[in-house]
């Protein structure tokens, strides 16, 4: 019995046993189990979170390679013949957007991309083992959707996406409506549809919210907002191997043509603070291509801020608003201004690689900018994606509608400086025809040549009481005596021979171009060794008279452009408009020379209300943008001048010519 039982209770134990393995057993593989569906759930996570990475690699990479071709090809754009006729063409959205794959691929791969390779990413989505090197498709492109423009004969507009708040739309000529479906099109053409710019070529826009602090996030400023939708799914190609959900987004591209509106602008390097405290007023920022600090009085009042391309160089940054001791990084500065629930306050000093996503753009042709060199047909020979040429777009002397033209001089001699012998002038007709008049000075008896066409040659004195133009000397330019040649131009004598003597609008002409005859036209050709650049004393100079109501030019204002050095005489635009949005402010007014000096005859007193725009050509040297020089080239004692400098505020102060800026951005559509 107790052997039984003993075998019994082993029995059962053994029993027991056995039950307790295969429990046990199950309990291991289970937690074998849940450890291997954790591990590939980390797996997969891991796996998800690296093609994440690599889609925002590429997402950035392709944000930035198109920062740099848009407007690139924008240019392009305006070439002869850049006109696309398929979709590989340069400024074709098609070719810019694969060329933009291809920068995003190469950025983050080893090398360039062959054709090759580029041909397998873009078709079957292969995916490499190097971060970076995912497919970016293109899914959907919506920018010029367009419609006629109701009530507006000849002209269409844009239909943006739905579900988004976009941009006021602009309207484009009907004849090319389409171009923007094609490639990207920045043209002299383009006007607001809508609004309170409705029918102007610029309005009051909203500076984007970017570090580079051209303007304050958030504020107007006068500009032209170009822009294109465009949805990109950076997972589609590879979304079956891969199972990533969708990964579609949608961007704004933008292209903001903004005139130059700044109280300070120099397209060079500049020096900044050594100004006259009680003599400068800046009312808000200043733009520079870089800037040193050379003094630590600013003017009246600090500076709203200062943007640049390569940075400055300042050792006292309390001469900007805002910056004080205790904040003299960007990261002091905008970490004591952040805040949960406004727009981000940046810091007022900026770059512009300080933004990822931003790109800026001076539109400076240089010396051509100042010269016109016209030519039969220039206007007309487009041939190009869009309708306006690039030298129309950039160069300010295209853009003149008057165009004094010197076509003879006689040769300097060892008593005498060169002198103005001949001059061309071509004015706008109604009909956009040019009215063409040949003057020659009584003094110079030469045969006239009738055989240009529509061209009139008349005998003039320099002493006519209405007569606009005028040749004259300028004495002791250089202190020893040393006398210069000048062609004297009377504004208020010039709006009335072009009213009355030539029968023409001033609507239609009021900009004006004053240079030289550079190659042979017409049997006349002016050696350009009479007209260097920069101007230097053998030179033919520029002055200028009458100008001190320039209110007869109209509410629209009026632009001079010269490749010569000019003179002031006496007072310039000082007179207010009596009506329109203007009223109580002097008409816009820009003059764009490489010298200007200021009386001809001693040293005055200069105050200058206004903008200040420096465009330097030689590379490494500073300049000074309240540099005021006297009829030597001395520079004035500061205690001479005086500036009372602003920003355009409303876009009836902006003047019929002026340097262009491109701000290019793109922001993720939510």
């Known amino acids: 019995m107790h052997h039984c039982q003993h075998i019994k209770n082993s029995t059962r134990a ?39 990475s690599d889609y925002a690699q590429k997402e950035e990479a392709f944000q930035q390679a198109l920062l740099r071709i848009l407007p690139e090809r924008a240019m392009k754009g305006m070439d002869s013949g850049s006109k696309i006729g398929n979709e590989d063409d340069l400024v074709s959205w098609s070719r ?38 995912t497919e970016l498709t293109v899914a959907n492109f919506n920018t010029a959707s367009v419609k006629d423009l109701q009530g507006v004969s000849g002209r269409a507009t844009s239909i943006p996406i739905a579900g988004h708040d976009f941009p006021p739309e602009w309207s484009v000529l009907a004849s090319g409506q389409t171009l923007d479906s094609l490639g990207p099109v920045v043209s002299l053409n383009k006007t607001y549809t809508n609004g309170g710019s409705s029918g102007d070529a610029f309005g009051m826009v909203e500076y984007p919210n970017v570090r580079f602090g051209y303007a304050e996030a958030g504020s107007e400023i006068v500009a032209r907002h170009n822009w294109w939708a465009i949805s990109v799914d950076f997972s589609e190609g590879d979304r079956e191997s891969t199972g990533i959900a969708d ?42 291509s870089s800037a040193t600090q050379v003094g ?28 004080d001791d205790s904040m003299v990084s960007r990261d002091d500065f905008e970490a004591q201004h952040a805040n949960l629930y406004e727009d981000e306050i940046f810091f007022p000093i900026s770059q512009v690689g300080d933004g990822t996503k931003v790109a800026f753009l001076p539109i400076n042709p240089g010396r051509d900018f100042y010269t016109d060199y016209y030519v ?52 706008r007709g109604a009909d956009g025809s040019d009215v ?54 009377d504004f208020a004598k010039l709006a009335n021979y072009i009213t009355n003597d030539l029968s023409l609008s001033l609507d239609d002409n009021h900009t004006l171009v004053v240079t030289h005859q550079a190659a042979a036209r017409d049997g006349y050709y002016v050696n350009s060794e009479r007209f260097s650049f920069p101007p230097d004393d053998d030179d033919i100079a520029l002055v200028i008279n009458g100008a001190t109501d320039m209110t007869v030019w109209g509410n629209q204002g009026f632009s001079l452009v010269s490749n010569m050095r000019t003179y002031f005489d006496n007072d310039f635009n000082v007179v207010d408009r009596s009506s329109g949005a203007g009223r109580g402010s002097p008409p816009p007014v820009s003059i764009f020379t490489p010298e200007q000096r200021f009386s001809t005859l001693y040293i005055m007193d200069v105050d200058i209300t206004g903008r200040i725009h420096v465009v330097h050509t030689e590379t490494g040297e500073s300049v000074d943008p309240l540099e005021i020089r006297g009829r030597d080239g001395t520079v004035n004692d500061s205690s001479t001048s005086s500036f009372n400098l602003g920003q355009i505020k409303r876009v009836e102060d902006l003047p019929p010519i002026f340097f262009m800026n491109w701000l290019v951005v793109i922001r993720e559509l939510r």
Request: charged content about 20%; hydrophobic content about 40%; glycine content about 8%.
């Open 14 to 52: 053994g029993f027991s046993s056995v039950l307790s393995i295969i429990t046990i057993f199950i309990i291991v593989m289970g937690l074998v189990v849940v450890g291997t569906k954790r591990a590939m759930l980390g797996l997969d996570t891991k796996r998800d979170s690296l093609l994440r």
């Open 247 to 288: 990964g579609k987004k949608k961007y704004l591209l933008s292209l903001y043509e903004i005139p130059s509106q700044l109280p300070i602008t120099a397209d060079a390097l500049m020096e900044f603070g050594n100004w006259d405290r009680q003599k400068v007023t800046i009312d808000g920022r200043v733009y520079a």
């Open 96 to 133: 810019i957007f694969r060329d933009a794959i291809r920068d995003a691929n190469a950025a983050n791969d080893a090398g360039d991309l062959s054709d090759d390779i580029l041909s397998k990413i873009l078709e079957d989505g292969v995916i490499s083992g190097n971060t970076g090197s």
């Open 376 to 427: 039969d047909g220039a206007y007309d020979d487009l041939n190009s994606h869009s309708d306006s040429a690039w030298d129309q777009y950039a160069r300010g002397s295209k853009k003149c509608q008057i165009r004094v033209v010197i076509v003879d001089t006689s040769p300097m001699t060892s008593e005498y400086p060169a002198q103005v012998n001949t001059i061309k002038v071509l004015a």
């Open 296 to 323: 630590n009085q600013v003017g009246t009042q600090d500076i709203a801020g200062i943007a640049t391309r390569d940075g400055v160089d300042f050792s006292n940054m309390s001469v900007i608003e805002g910056i």
């Open 436 to 489: 063409v008049r040949y003057y020659y000075r009584l003094e110079f008896p030469e045969v006239l040549d009738t055989s240009h066409p529509g061209a009139q040659h008349i005998t003039w004195e320099t002493s006519s009481q209405t007569f606009p133009f005028s040749v004259d000397e300028i004495e002791n330019i250089d202190g020893n005596g040393g006398a210069q040649s000048s062609l004297n131009i």
